[in-house]
């Protein structure tokens, strides 16, 4: 008999068939996850799931599905998902490295530039009518290149955005928990700076740390004040590493001059103050959104749980069981 598997919300069609060769598949159409209750009377007969950062895997879900043997994020954070409760009950997880690395940081440098050139402010005074000539101090920005750029977070996305800074002649710096090692260091020309200087040194401060007890408002007020009064801050990693409420209030107050989010806390219902600023340029957690990449990512956690369902460790599990 197929091990019996359910894939949360909408995934394409090459998944599906993938899927079904090796297991009875129960899918849901829809774009968006299942409500708690659904999930639950959904995932309590089956074998395996493959699921999105926005389904909450907790131990109480775990209670219900005695069954379940392998937890496949379609993403590369599984902050949804409690690692250590599925480790206990011998559950498998996996998530989506690697394929999603380039995309995400063609957005990282996406929200940098549009930050930085102010260019949502200057589509919607077009748009809006405001324009009423040429003017030499015209929605003036900042110059990307030949900037400072300080990275939180050097992982593979990390190492993606410097190979695109390097072509605008950053400079870039980075913190990370450990520091890389010197020959890596060299060949991406960057240099390892402690979180203060990061903080002080950078005009564009990206963000590209996992959401963990550790990284919760990282950024938070005093961060932020050792920010340049003209430094910029990135955030396409996790809602919840930044305080929201206190950069809206940064933003507001001049102690720094811009923002470009991907992310935020209690997604998709926001801090509705980012809507009363211009300094701040907002996408609604689209990193990896391009067709080919939510396609490979998609495909990788239905791998993942097919090796599991085969008893193999899948190339991507985070766990030990
Ligand atoms: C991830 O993979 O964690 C991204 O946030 C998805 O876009």
Redesign the pocket.
Same mark, same amino acid.
């Given at each position: 008999m197929k091990p019996r598997v359910l894939v949360t919300a909408e995934v394409f069609d090459e998944v599906l068939e993938y899927l079904r060769e090796h297991c009875e598949v129960e899918a849901n159409l829809e774009p968006l996850s299942p409500s708690a209750d659904k999930l639950r009377s959904q995932l309590a007969d089956k074998d395996g799931v493959v699921c999105m &950062?926005t389904d909450r895997i907790d131990d109480a879900l775990l209670a219900a599905c005695p069954q379940l043997k392998a937890v496949c994020n379609v993403?590369? =954070?599984y902050n949804n998902i409690d690692v250590a409760a599925c480790t206990a009950r011998g559950i498998r997880v996996t998530n989506?490295p690697g394929v &999603?690395d380039e995309t995400t940081a063609d957005l990282v440098f996406t929200l940098l530039l549009a930050t930085a050139r102010r260019l949502t402010e200057a589509e919607m005074y077009l748009r809006n009518g405001q324009w009423q000539g040429w003017h030499l101090r015209q929605l003036a920005g900042v110059d990307v290149h030949g900037s400072t750029m300080g990275i939180i977070g050097m992982g593979r996305i990390g190492q993606a955005i410097v190979r695109r800074a390097s072509g605008f002649n950053m400079k870039v710096i980075y913190h990370n928990r450990s520091r890389l090692d010197g020959a890596v260091e060299r060949e991406l020309g960057v240099a390892y700076a402690g979180f203060d200087e990061l903080m002080g040194a950078a005009d564009f401060v990206v963000l590209q740390v996992p959401y963990s007890q550790a990284t919760h408002h990282l950024i938070d007020a005093a961060a932020l004040k050792k920010m340049k009064r003209s430094g910029i801050l990135i955030n396409a990693a996790r809602g919840g590493v930044v305080d929201d409420a206190a950069l809206i209030a940064a933003l507001a107050d001049g102690t720094i001059r811009a923002a470009g989010l991907d992310v935020f806390e209690n997604e998709p219902r926001f801090n509705p103050g980012f809507l009363d600023l211009k300094n701040v340029v907002l996408a609604p957690?689209i =990193? $990896? $959104?391009t067709e080919g990449t939510r396609l490979a990512m998609a495909m990788t956690a239905a791998r993942n749980l097919v090796a599991a369902l085969q008893g193999q460790r899948p190339p991507n599990q985070v766990n030990e069981v």
């Open positions: &950062l993403a590369v =954070g989506t &999603l957690h =990193g $990896s $959104s």
